[in-house]
């Protein structure tokens, strides 16, 4: 009786969850499953021009998150886990990790790229080891690899096709959509289009992602600040031509590509006003991202030989009904389209947190 009294008193567990994005850090705070509060935390594009790594950004988005908990009044040592969205690790299975040295050590050299996911794991243990016995998460990082050999082959064995995409937010799209339909989802095929400010699109074959572009490091479509897929032998001739650094040309495919190398902005909603007011480069950038986006959709209908049982379109740029419409329009024919339109990454991160401290599902150690 003793312990169901005491476990009845037990104070509800805090988890705060930290998701940190390219062109903004989203945190939220649990209290057991029900979320008291989401924030955005907006980086514009010159705020973030100075730092010329993407870990050089740390402090910076450590600081207004502990800041703004600050202003809330949150007794920080109720926190029982910090949950971070998982950055550019090794490729490894989905499943929660506890972030440890080898991680950590990881992620602050970028093993496998420089990505704003990177800081997830960084920020959460640096805010986790300053509290009394919390410890760190990371959730489905982007490196989740799931991609069948056949998609691995890029035209060169020096070269091979490596899986970085939204795993998070398109895993956690797919299995709403699939309970939803009365589904499965490991008994679905999808296609689905992370729209941020990156861009990936990946098949879903029953459960498992076996082929998405590298949203990272030029591949697909481009996006907000990504190039995507450039024309190869122009950008052997531009890496040479004896105008720019290794850093410079990759800042151009990852950072100061895409939406913002065209129209000198990463906000969507900016190129959609500049488009209504007649600007014509906008409208041209508008279209030729929906073309771009249309294309890989086409391309992983072939991936899944036409068998196709939904097409979702994510990401904060799917709130823009104009832009989903317009590609709605180009790849119906394949299958029926479905917006949802922000992440589901926050909530999904904040219920795998649950689930392991309440021992329901196993921690994964990183190694």
């Known amino acids: 009786m003793k312990s169901y009294q005491q476990t009845r008193k037990r104070k509800k567990r805090l988890l705060l969850v930290i998701n940190p994005g390219s062109t ?11 979320v008291l509060f989401e924030v955005t935390l907006s980086h514009s594009a010159q705020e973030l021009s100075g730092f010329n790594e993407i ?9 207004l998150i502990i800041s ?21 690790v090794k490729p490894i299975e989905s499943g929660i990790y506890e972030v440890n040295d080898k991680m950590l050590a990881d992620l602050r050299k970028g093993l496998m790229g420089q990505h704003a996911s990177n800081l997830g794991g960084l920020i959460a243990y640096d805010i986790a ?12 990082p982007v490196v989740v690899d799931e991609m069948q050999p056949i998609a691995r082959l890029s035209g060169h064995p020096e070269i091979e096709r490596i899986s970085v995409f939204h795993a998070l937010n398109q895993k956690a799209v797919a299995r709403i959509h699939a309970e939803k339909s009365g589904k499965k989802y490991e008994e679905m095929n999808l296609i689905i289009a992370h729209l941020g400010g990156g861009i990936s699109v990946g098949a879903h074959r029953r459960g498992r992602v076996i082929d998405v572009n590298n949203a990272l490091n030029g591949d697909g479509p481009f996006s907000p600040e990504r190039s995507g897929g450039l024309p190869a032998g122009q950008l052997v001739d531009l890496c040479f031509n004896g105008r720019y650094t ?12 895409g939406i913002v190398a065209y129209l000198g902005t990463n906000d969507f909603k900016k190129v959609y006003e500049k488009a209504s007011k007649g600007e014509e480069k906008a409208s041209l950038v508008i279209e030729a991202a929906v073309y771009q986006i249309s294309k890989e959709i086409g391309a992983m209908a072939a991936v899944l030989e036409g068998k196709v049982d939904a097409i979702i379109l994510t990401g904060g740029m799917a709130y823009e ?3 989903t419409k317009r590609i709605t329009l180009k790849i119906n024919f394949i299958s029926d ?8 990454e926050i909530k ?6 649950l689930l392991a401290l309440d021992g329901k599902i196993k921690i994964r150690t990183y190694s």
Request: aromatic share 10%; hydrophobic share 35%.
């Open 55 to 63: 870990t050089d950004q740390f402090h910076f988005r450590r600081d």
């Open 24 to 34: 903004s850090t989203k945190y939220a705070l649990y209290e057991e499953d029900e």
């Open 321 to 323: 009904k104009d832009f």
């Open 348 to 353: 999904s991160l904040a219920f795998n947190g």
């Open 337 to 344: 389209v479905y917006v949802y339109p922000g992440e589901d």
């Open 246 to 257: 290794q850093h410079h040309i990759k800042s151009m495919i990852t950072g100061k590509g």
């Open 68 to 88: 703004d908990l600050i202003s809330r009044k949150i007794d920080l040592n109720r926190i029982s886990a910090v949950i971070g969205r998982g950055g550019l």
């Open 129 to 140: 080891c300053s509290l009394s016995a919390t410890k760190a998460y990371i959730v489905d």
